[in-house]
């Protein structure tokens, strides 16, 4: 990883040790320079994921940034007495940038999500984000990898955000990443919650750190997912009491 901030480990995955506003006033910067870069967000879920497939594990390894996302990787965190400075969640970043792409006309490229999806998010974006350069809007379900990433390269967009859900949006950034000097993202399902076809949790539950449960009740069909996080915490005390 090459950044300006510590890192801290956690199963071997190195999470920046910053604040959420210092972490895309460097990101910003470095948009502004045209370097290279490669963001990855990790929840537990992913760590986990990361754990048991040493090819994932190794694309999100080569990220520049990797940034805890979910509560659960903090409380891991101060469990090995390693504390983070605060939960960085993906769709912060990727609202914060959006924003920040508007008011600097920056060269924006959104892939992923199913088509009616995309067709919103254009049609927000047309009407509330109007001075980003919007140099392509493509769905998840594309059948050639490689007329999107000749269609990127061809835009040289200044940011690339992919919403196909890891660990699909990982590895074609890591294979990808060369054919733009921009930002590469993934946001899983930030462009569902930011069209609102995904309601994220009322302020309440993001202040108490319980999103995770309030996605649960409003979406029971994530209980499987949702286990991974017990799962976590006991490896995690298992390390704590090595």
Known sequence: MNDPFSSVKIMGIPFANTTRKQF????QTRVKNHQNTFVVT???EIVMYARTDNSYRETILKADYISPDGIGIIKAANSLKTPLSERIAGYDIFTELVEWANKTHQKVYFLGAKSAVISALKSKLSTSFPNI???GAHDGYFKDEAVI???IEHQQP???FVATGFPRQEKFIAQHRHLSNGLWMGVGGSFDVFV???KRAPKFWQTHHLEWFYRLLTDPRRLKRQMIIPQFMWEIH???NK
């Open 149 to 151: 990433a000749a269609d």
């Open 42 to 44: 990790a929840n537990p």
């Open 133 to 135: 350069q919007l140099v």
């Open 158 to 160: 200044d940011i690339v």
């Open 238 to 240: 298992k390390l704590k």
């Open 24 to 27: 895309v006033e460097q990101l």
């Open 196 to 198: 609102g076809n995904v």
